[in-house]
Nanobody
Framework: QVQLVESGGGLVQAGGSLRLSCAASGSISSIRTMGWYRQAPGKQRELVADITSRGTTNYADSVKGRFTISRDNAKNTVYLQMNSLKPEDTVVYYC???????????????WGKGTLVTVSS
């Protein structure tokens, strides 16, 4: 069974930094695009950043220049380095990965359970 587990959320002051991690585990053949999303109460989940298996990255305009996404394919892990955090970055962050499970020939999107980031002013 494949699962994604996020870590690294917490409380930080405005202007500070946090690093989120998301590790995929289970019977995995390959992982395609991995990404971070966030969702505020009452709003739709939105893309923060994603990264392909070859390292091509994509960012939401609101985080460009402040956040950096990276991945370690050997560890099946994706990271989100968040700098210059703002109070409006306070939301739950979710990891998503397109995973081809062992014995399968197609990719399925898996989600983590989320990690809360709180930025105080």
């Amino acid at each position: 069974q494949v699962q994604l587990v996020e870590s690294g959320g917490g409380l930080v002051q405005a202007g500070g930094s946090l690093r989120l991690s998301c590790a995929a585990s289970g019977s995995i053949s390959s992982i395609r695009t991995m990404g971070w999303y966030r969702q505020a109460p009452g709003k739709q989940r939105e893309l923060v950043a994603d990264i392909t298996s070859r390292g091509t990255t994509n960012y939401a305009d609101s985080v460009k220049g402040r956040f950096t996404i990276s991945r370690d394919n050997a560890k099946n892990t994706v990271y989100l380095q968040m700098n210059s955090l703002k109070p409006e970055d306070t939301v739950v962050y979710y990891c998503k990965a397109g995973i081809v499970a062992g014995g399968s020939s197609y990719s399925i999107d898996y989600w983590g359970k989320g990690t809360l980031v709180t930025v105080s002013s």
